[in-house]
């Protein structure tokens, strides 16, 4: 890092966050959101399971001058792969979800963003599918959702607009800090924190806890049908999401899951 | 006009800027702009000289959902037979001019026109074309430039993207100021949206959450000492306080728990 420190301070070089399509089905729409990425100096795009495979001659074409970012563009699998090193996600959606998420506008969105990568996190956002956005268990792995202000009478955003939106209010906030205005945090900035003595836990961390709080759950009978298990599931990621967990708190909870369920010890008598 | 006074004031009743795009050469990028405007509840739009004629296949197939915007367009064969009747007009360039304009940010100038609005001043905003923007002659009919705060880099915004901006701003403005805050979304009055369906935990349902699981991790001896015992409780109580959690979910918290416990003892049993 040889950024000086009245850059840091200005924002000027705060990492902007990671763009993740999830599943585009076209892509010319790949390609107009790498080119609205770069009209405000987003650079990092990933795509998880593009539909028409990869890579696109048409998301080139539509690119036009932002080649380089759809020539650098990521291909994952499975969204889980795709956010595995991310500490804070956001997901854009067109709705309110039944979920106990915070909900941001794009521009408070961007400032708990920059508060975030201010602390060193890395930080991403998360974008649907062009038809039918992104499905709840997407939606539950964010740490908090973005709703554009849009007209409720005219709502649909098309995915390459809401990248616009985001990249426009980055650029804004970006560029304020760097005239010296609005740069305080309101909010987010007093869990910059708690940060100091433990750092964020990545996603791939948080997943691993996941499974395993889920698998002894299964052991133990606790979701009583298939029904009610992925929703169950959903508002636990929810909750533990929300705690924006350390590293040492996930270690600490691990801790207790295989405290309660005595995993070790009946392992040890097995053996 | 039959708005009161408080709607006035509160911006609610605000009737939004026309758009008039110069001399557009593509229907589709047209159409594109009715959609972005209708997104924000934008209505009226104006053409002026559309190259490839009017009315426009192609407009009516891009706008979708945004054809009442498309089909109530008004054509006019020039620049200044579109503005006549405007009272404050501002032009949207990519470059600074040689000319003596203030230099409006979307966001400023959004601000500008509410206020002249509030006055009933009729306002409108010029985009040029998509090729090669407004000529000088044009700009020097309004009486402000917006300049989007782009990527000098890559500063070619399309058509649609320049009139989505401008669009959000003015939303954004207008749910302000219905609000009578900055942005719609802003700060804590966001969570409140989500607490509808579950109402907070109270302080005692915590406490009883808490008891719960400290007095079964003693019985599966989780704290080694009683020196660690009082921090570990600690950090817990931070981690799940910080999650902001509901009734429900501390009962489904507590359902986990007894979950876990069952587990640890039936494996005990087993053996």
Redesign the interface.
Same mark, same amino acid.
């Given at each position: 890092m040889s950024e000086t420190a009245s850059e840091v301070a200005s924002g000027t070089a705060l990492p902007p966050p990671v763009i993740i399509l999830v599943a585009p089905q076209l892509g010319e729409n790949i390609g107009q959101s790498a @080119? %609205?990425m %770069?009209?405000?100096?987003l650079a990092s795009l990933r795509l998880v399971a593009p539909r028409d495979g990869w890579p696109s001659a048409s998301a080139l074409a539509a690119a036009s001058?932002?080649r380089h970012v759809v020539e650098n563009a990521e291909v994952f699998p499975s969204l889980e792969a795709a956010i595995a090193d991310l500490h804070y996600l956001v997901a854009t959606t067109a709705r *309110?979800r $039944?979920?106990?998420?915070? *909900? &941001?506008?794009p $521009? #408070?969105a961007v400032k708990q963003i920059a508060a975030k990568a201010a602390s060193g996190q890395r930080c991403g956002v998360l974008f649907g599918r062009e038809r039918s956005g992104l499905e709840n268990d997407e939606v539950a792995l964010a740490d908090a959702l973005i *709703?554009?202000?849009?007209?409720p009478?005219?709502?649909? &955003?098309?995915l390459?607009?809401a990248v &616009? &939106?985001v990249g426009?209010e980055w @650029?804004?906030f970006v560029?304020g800090a760097s005239l010296g205005r609005a740069t305080q945090f309101? +909010?987010p900035a007093a869990e910059g924190l708690?940060l100091n003595k433990s750092q964020p836990a990545t996603r791939e961390e948080l997943f691993a806890f996941f499974q395993h709080?889920e698998s002894?759950?299964g052991?133990?009978?606790?979701f009583k049908t298939d029904d009610k298990r992925s929703s169950?599931i959903r508002?636990?990621r929810n909750?533990?999401g929300?705690?924006?967990?350390t590293e040492?708190?996930v270690r #600490?909870?691990r +801790?207790? *899951?295989v405290?309660?369920?005595?995993?070790r @010890?009946?392992r040890n @008598?097995?053996e």
């Open positions: @080119r %609205a %770069a009209n405000f100096g001058g932002a *309110i $039944e979920m106990v998420k915070p *909900i &941001l506008s $521009e #408070t *709703i554009v202000p849009v007209n009478a005219f709502a649909s &955003l098309n390459a607009q &616009l &939106l426009y @650029r804004k560029a309101d +909010g708690y709080l002894e759950l052991a133990a009978g606790f169950m508002n636990m909750l533990f929300r705690a924006a967990l040492q708190e #600490t909870l +801790g207790i *899951i405290a309660l369920a005595g995993l @010890r009946s @008598r097995v």
